[in-house]
């Protein structure tokens, strides 16, 4: 998506891990008519899937996810970081490392939004070594309902996340996929 890598390009900041920060526009002030856009691009990709969840993470996915869901009129849903008092009865649930802060956390939703007719798009802002991904995946696989596919904004191509779940298959359609990034700049595929 054009909108996006001009973003990416005019207001990225590309920190060690790497990290690429889009704190400007996505991850912190949000740019609601690029994130809509961005809704509106993945849900016309899976258009034709019969959808019939959005599964996210808490936080940062859930603003596309959102878009996502208006575009293609289904419930979105984010898996909560944490157990926390208000996450009552039933729950799936699974252990996610984070990318950005190295830490492994628990991922819980609760049962009553997950059900096995249920046709899950998984959406989230990046896609890096694939942990997010395979922990939603294992969430939809608890509730024994199908996965469309995965809609995320940015991937990282350079990390292996992409192209190991493309090999086990899954669909991903990523918005913008950086090949290459350093001090150099930003190289898109
Ligand atoms: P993965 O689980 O695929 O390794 O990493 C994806 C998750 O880590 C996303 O949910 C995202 O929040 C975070 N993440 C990974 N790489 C980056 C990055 O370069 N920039 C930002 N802002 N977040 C990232």
């Not at 984070?98 to 798009?121: A, G, I, M, Q, R």
């Not at 992409?162 to 991903?172: C, D, F, P, Q, V």
């Amino acid at each position: 998506m054009k909108a996006l890598e001009e973003r990416i390009l005019s207001e990225g900041k590309i920190l060690p891990g790497p990290v690429l920060k889009v704190s400007s526009f996505l991850n912190h002030q949000m740019d609601p008519d690029l994130i809509m856009e961005i809704g509106a691009e993945i849900g016309e990709r899976f258009k034709d899937e019969e959808v019939t969840k959005i599964l996210t993470i808490e936080s940062s996915g859930i603003a596309i996810a959102l878009a996502v869901g208006a575009a293609l009129h289904v419930p979105v849903i984010f898996a909560k970081k944490h157990r926390t008092s208000n996450v009552s009865g039933e729950v799936y649930q699974t252990m996610v490392h984070s990318y950005t802060h190295n830490v492994d956390y628990t991922v819980v939703v609760e049962s009553e939004f997950l059900k096995p007719d249920d046709n899950v798009l998984l959406v989230d802002d990046f896609l890096a070594n694939g942990k997010a991904l395979e922990g939603l995946m294992e969430l939809v696989a608890q509730s024994g309902g199908r996965i469309a596919g995965a809609g995320i904004a940015i991937e990282k191509g350079f990390q292996d996340g992409g192209s190991n779940l493309k090999a086990k298959g899954l669909r991903i359609e990523s918005m913008a996929v950086i090949d290459k990034m350093d001090e150099n700049g930003i190289i898109f595929r």
